[in-house]
């Protein structure tokens, strides 16, 4: 069953071949044989599991979903969700001293449409604290390994969901993307993934990092599933006024080879400062495109200088209004040596973030100070706009941007300092900053056989046309097949 798609299990789940508890416990048992060496999880919710797996297999004996619609292309497949995604009664941390042993009394929207859909949560994922990081090294859990090489990071902040997805230890798994978090690690981690189009999905229960930029997406071995992911969980939510897709996405799955006529743009400054390998990978794949009948044009990608700052700049402000409510007060840690309304307010902050998380929120806090604010907050916004513009000017020209994920591929655990963290989201970014959807697949290796990802940028709400244009990529490649060998069943 472990070679199988989830696709092609949940068909095989329906037509008899496996009851749905057996593919559950079979997973989890995978979990806890070899997970350990990636630590890629924060929790596996066996009893749960195992429970809803026999609830769901009596909706498919049934032949209807729990509402009585039809079944969902998913149902019965396991998967797992970020550890920032709320999940009713299952602790929820953000990877965070802050938030051991919170759990929360909902479920995030997107959770409980994969429950609707009969998806079977088997487990929470480890990740870069409260979502503020690039190498899933932040977290309190201790760092996620890459199943491609143990001495390097998955990327971040959704490590734990790339490495999980990557070593097969779930078919299926959800993430989020403040500025790269799913396309990053899927880079890194020879894995797809899908950052949907800002207000397409909603971010009810999602432990906000900073709220205008916070997208959940899937991660999963291939775009079909990552469509059909995205399908479940897609959509219109009353609990969101920022969602604002009116029905979730539709895809049809057919397969095609050609996409004639497509006009993709290649930015030439981003290739400029990738890595040898990296640049040759996407220039192999621009063939592909184009022998797929694409029309490929190379251009220069404006305002290139000002998106990391701007976006550092945003996201720790929004991140240091958001985590504002962590005072040791309400819920979260309480420093037990704290004696004044200070000390607890001091203290329990001290204790309960760790040290990036503390970075960002000093920073966010500097910049919307009220001598501050016009000189860096408000320039940053204002180049927003001029980026969110430049965009909407290139859709004119292209339907799609082809470029590179990430400068490097995955670098070794505690090498990268944190200004060459920042500075490795110059191609993610952007599209978080313009609200834009990206998809994130699997492009080849580099020289010492880690994965190449490569990103394709689409304007808002144009999720259909990208994973087309991925499915006749990943129809005429076998780069997403390719699995890391060695310390993994």
């Known amino acids: 069953m472990f070679d199988l798609t989830a696709l092609e299990l ?21 979990i806890e044989k070899t997970g350990k060496q990636l630590n890629a999880f924060t929790a596996v919710l066996k009893e749960q599991a195992l429970a809803r797996a026999k609830e769901v297999q009596a909706l498919i004996d049934s032949g209807k979903g729990s509402n009585g619609s039809p079944l969902s292309p998913l149902a019965g497949v396991p998967i797992a969700l970020k550890d920032n995604i709320s999940t009713f009664g299952i602790e929820t941390t953000c990877a965070s001293k802050m938030l051991r042993g919170y759990k929360p009394v909902f479920n995030a929207t997107a959770a409980e449409r994969l429950e609707q859909a009969g998806v079977i949560l088997i487990g929470k994922l480890n990740m870069d604290e409260f979502a ?14 890459n199943p491609w090489d143990v001495s390097r990071t998955t990327g971040g902040s959704s490590g734990g969901s790339a490495a999980a997805v990557a070593a097969g230890l779930v078919p299926l798994t959800l993430g989020s993307d403040t500025g790269g978090s799913i396309r990053q690690p899927c880079s890194f981690c020879g894995i797809t993934g899908i950052k ?48 604002i897709l009116e029905k979730p996405f539709e895809f049809t799955g057919e397969a095609r080879s050609k996409i004639n006529g497509v006009k993709i743009g290649l930015p030439c400054n981003y290739l400029k400062i990738v890595e040898e390998d990296i640049k040759t990978a996407i220039l192999a794949a621009a063939k592909e495109f184009e022998a797929a009948g694409a029309v490929i044009e190379e251009f220069e990608m404006p305002l290139m200088d000002y998106a990391v700052p701007a976006y550092y700049t945003i996201a720790c402000a929004e991140g240091s209004s958001n985590l504002s409510r962590f005072d040791g007060l309400k819920y979260g840690h309480r420093s037990t040596d704290a004696k004044t309304l200070s000390e607890v307010y001091r203290l329990s902050r001290a204790e309960g973030f760790g040290m990036e998380v503390k970075r ?22 204002q180049a927003r706009t001029l980026i969110k513009d430049a965009y909407i000017n290139l859709f004119k020209k292209y339907d799609i941007i082809l470029s590179p994920v990430a400068p490097t591929t995955a670098f070794k655990l505690g090498e990268a300092d944190p200004l060459k963290i920042y500075t490795g989201g110059i191609f993610n970014v952007p599209v978080n900053l313009a609200g ?24 808002t709400f144009s999720e259909a046309k990208l994973i087309e244009v991925a499915q006749v990529y990943q129809g005429c490649t076998k780069h997403h097949t390719i699995k890391p060998k060695g310390i993994v069943l």
Not at 11 to 28: D, F, L, N, P
């Open 10 to 30: 949940s068909a095989a789940i329906k037509a008899g071949k496996y009851g749905v508890a057996e593919v559950t416990a079979a997973y989890i048992e995978k």
């Open 132 to 145: 503020m990081g690039s190498s899933s090294e932040t977290g309190v859990f201790g760092v996620v390994v």
């Open 196 to 243: 949907p189009t800002y207000g397409a999905v909603s971010r009810h229960g999602l432990i906000a990092c900073a709220s205008s930029l916070d997208q959940i997406g899937p991660m999963t071995g291939n775009i079909d599933e990552s469509a059909a992911l995205l399908s479940i969980i897609s959509g219109k939510d009353n609990f969101d006024g920022t969602c």
């Open 360 to 381: 960002r929120l000093m920073l966010g806090s500097f910049v919307l100070a009220s001598e501050n604010y016009d000189a860096y907050y408000k320039k940053a916004m």
């Open 436 to 459: 834009l959807p990206a998809v994130s697949l699997p492009c080849g290796f580099d020289n010492q056989g880690l994965p190449i990802g490569l990103q394709l940028v689409g304007k």
